[in-house]
Nanobody, 123 residues
Framework: VQLQASGGGLVQAGGSLRLSCAAS????????MGWFRRAPGKEREFVAG?????YYAESVKGRFTISRDNAKNTVYLQMNSLKPEDTAVYYC????????????????????WGQGTLVTVSS
């Protein structure tokens, strides 16, 4: 499985961005997909995941939305009301086996990673 993330950029606080992650593979609809981010000097952290249900980190709940288009083998992260603390490199990740609501938040449970796309939010 190969993942290609795109859509990052520079945006002012309060603005919006939509990240995309295109995946290879003929069974994309069965993949667990997640978005993680790594801010400068911090560990990579869970942002959102989808397995049919959707899951969010508390810090982004109500502002970010994860969605997928199985016909396009693509997962999206719509980010609204962006804050300077959202500045990070955002990574998409995939797993081909099922995950529960807790395990989906753990980066070690993902098998495949995209290259990352930088999001910078200015104040």
């Amino acid at each position: 499985v190969q993942l290609q993330a795109s859509g990052g950029g520079l945006v002012q606080a309060g603005g919006s961005l939509r990240l995309s992650c295109a995946a290879s593979g003929r069974t994309f609809s069965s993949y667990i997909m997640g978005w993680f981010r790594r801010a400068p000097g911090k560990e990579r952290e869970f942002v959102a995941g989808t397995s049919g249900s959707t899951y969010y980190a508390e810090s982004v709940k109500g502002r970010f939305t994860i969605s997928r288009d199985n016909a396009k083998n693509t997962v999206y992260l719509q980010m609204n009301s962006l804050k300077p603390e959202d500045t990070a490199v955002y990574y998409c990740a995939a797993r081909t086996r099922s995950l529960g609501a807790v395990a989906i938040r753990i980066r070690e449970n993902y098998d495949y990673w995209g290259q990352g796309t930088l999001v910078t939010v200015s104040s």
